[in-house]
């Protein structure tokens, strides 16, 4: 059947692959001129199935009162006159109760686990070049209480078969000599082998090419207007082609993949789709001293910080803005991660031409994606992936191209419909 895909971020252009793959026609309709050009741009850039966990957890609400009174702190909220922000926010604190963190986790970790196998066998059968690297993921911590903190979600993730292995300061150094400058004030750590690292931008790029070769039509410079119903259908979306004039394209089924604009466009059917943007920043490096930059993947635990190696460079990210739906750059936030990455990494980047980049994250208040059938039958949703559209991206387009397929997806995840 046709199947239109509205939106081409990593999570459509995946979904746009798998379901050609099963045999259907499709198209990708975008507003940008290309693939990736939104949220899947310049992200952190880690696959970290093992720190597949929720924001929302019994200690958040404590932490974020303290992030209140700090200025750069990791995670802020900025109120807005806007019923969709607030009512995210009481649903997040709902999913700071203690019951819910294990089933959270459990679902998160079956969807990042399923998408890094479906992710190593696409890069098998593609050859996609992506900066890949697989040394794993390293988290350090700077502060006792937080560590011991850590290792208690560690150990929910453990029975779900993740083992973060604890390693103390001077491992920590052997794993990455880069962060030797810092010995003194690492109190221990916790390192995941199996977790990788490489470019989204790089990967959903190439991987659209070979979409459009297999016969997917990309439609770019295009705007989504709205859907048009009746009858408990979608009938057709109504677009802007690049030279404004309107057009209605119809297919059989639809998939919003539009990241933090997805409720948007369903809220007028009736749909529901509870997820809000999560800002988040990146600045990107060029490395002028080898010897002295990171080669494995690190998360700085005191700053909510990552660094991913991608070739000669070096992407750094992190930070969540609660607070609508602009992209605008907050100096601030600039020059405190230039002033972070300095304090690790002195000698080893070129500080003086640094790419700075901000993305809004679909994030739900659990933080496990919404993929699945709406409650109407032809209208699908596959978003609200926050911090881990990458690492969950290619395993959420499969899985919902099966369930559009009529065939049952891998992963035990609770998918909608």
């Known amino acids: 059947m046709k199947v239109a895909v509205l939106g081409s971020g990593i999570i459509g252009t ?27 741009r310049a992200n952190g850039c880690q696959i970290s199935v093992s720190y597949a966990e929720p924001w929302a957890n019994p200690q958040a609400p404590l932490q974020l009162l303290k992030w209140l009174l700090q200025k750069n702190a990791p995670l802020s909220f900025r109120p807005q006159f806007d019923l969709r922000q607030w009512g995210w926010g009481l649903a997040f604190l709902r999913e700071c109760l203690p019951s819910r963190l294990a089933p959270n986790i459990k679902a998160m970790v079956a969807m990042a686990e399923y998408s890094l196998h479906t992710l190593q066998g696409m890069r098998a059968d593609l050859g996609i070049e992506y900066n890949h690297l697989e040394r794993g993921i390293l988290n350090f911590y700077r502060d006792d209480e937080a560590f011991d903190a850590s290792q ?25 000599p880069a962060l030797a400058s810092i010995r003194h004030s690492i109190v221990g750590g916790d390192y995941t082998p199996e977790d990788e690292s490489g470019d989204v931008y790089l990967f959903t790029t190439a991987l659209a090419e070979r979409a459009r070769r297999a016969g997917v039509e990309f439609r770019f410079s295009t705007q989504v207007n709205r859907l048009l119903a009746a009858g408990g259908q979608v009938q057709g979306v109504e677009l802007v082609k690049p030279d404004g004039l309107f057009q209605t394209v119809t297919a059989d089924a639809y998939v919003a993949a539009l990241g933090c604009w997805t409720p948007h466009l369903v809220a007028p059917l009736g749909v529901p789709c509870r997820v ?15 010897s002295a930059a990171p080669s494995v993947s690190l998360t700085d635990s005191a700053h909510k910080v990552v660094y991913s190696r991608l070739g000669n460079q070096l992407r750094m990210a992190g930070v969540a803005e609660l607070g609508g739906y602009s992209r605008a750059l907050n100096t601030n936030r600039c020059e405190n991660m230039s002033s972070l990455a300095r304090g690790l990494f002195p000698t080893a980047l070129d500080f003086d031409n640094v790419q700075y980049w901000s993305g809004l994250r679909p994030s739900t208040p659990s933080n496990v994606p919404i993929i699945g059938q709406t409650r109407i039958s032809n209208l699908y ?21 099966d369930i559009i397929s009529g065939n049952t997806p891998e992963p035990v995840f609770p998918f909608i419909g």
Do not use: C
């Open 14 to 40: 995946a979904t746009a692959w798998w379901l050609n793959q099963a045999g259907h026609d499709v198209v990708v309709i975008d507003r940008e001129p290309g693939p990736a050009q939104e949220t899947s």
């Open 152 to 176: 208690r979600a560690a150990g929910v993730m453990r029975n779900f078969g993740v083992d973060r292995r604890i390693v103390g300061p001077d491992e920590i150094v052997e794993i990455e």
């Open 276 to 290: 809000y943007p999560a800002k988040g920043y990146s600045a990107t490096f060029d490395i002028v001293d080898e």
């Open 381 to 401: 949703l596959n978003t609200g992936h926050g911090t881990l559209g990458w690492t969950m991206g290619v395993g959420s387009g499969r899985a919902l191209a």
